[in-house]
């Protein structure tokens, strides 16, 4: 069984609380990602992600140079040990249609764990899959020795 470590992107792109909501929105275009983690002295306190600029800021009018990105953050956040299984990852993507999930180590975020990462970790599991099935049929199909 796969652990999530496997699947998590390294570079953790985070931002304080305190950071406007401009700042987050030109680390997250400069760093071509979906969304950064907040982090207050260093642990996980949200998500800041392209939804939540669409559905809480852009509605609201607000403006983004002066809006402290802990105003407008997802606050629920789920995350994941380093050390679970990659499905556990599924389900918070699967059951609670996240596109992110942060990867947190004694509250501490070391990476973030997204949709396209877990495509890609399917893609090697049916890769796997399909040479074993290759494998398989081969040894089957080969006369037995005698």
Do not use: N, Q, W
């Not at 030109?26 to 071509?32: G, I, N, P, S, T």
């Not at 800021?57 to 140079?65: H, I, Q, S, W």
């Not at 995350?79 to 992110?100: C, K, N, Q, T």
């Amino acid at each position: 069984m796969a652990h999530t470590a496997r699947i998590l992107a390294c570079d953790v792109v985070s931002v304080p609380p305190t950071d406007s909501v401009l700042a987050a929105c030109r680390l997250m275009r400069e760093k071509r990602v979906g969304c950064v983690l907040v982090a207050d002295a260093g642990r996980l306190v949200g998500v800041f992600t392209e939804r939540d600029l669409l559905t809480r800021v852009v509605p609201a009018e607000l403006p983004a140079a002066s809006t402290p990105v802990g105003d407008v953050m997802t606050k629920d956040v789920r995350s994941v040990g380093a050390d679970e299984p990659v499905e556990r990852v599924f389900e918070l993507l699967s059951e609670r249609r996240f596109r992110h999930v942060p990867i947190v180590e004694g509250g501490r975020p070391v990476g973030i764990a997204s949709l396209s990462d877990f495509a890609g970790v399917l893609r090697e599991v049916f890769s796997e899959e399909k040479y074993l099935r290759y494998f398989v049929d081969y040894c089957e199909a080969r006369p037995a020795s005698r």
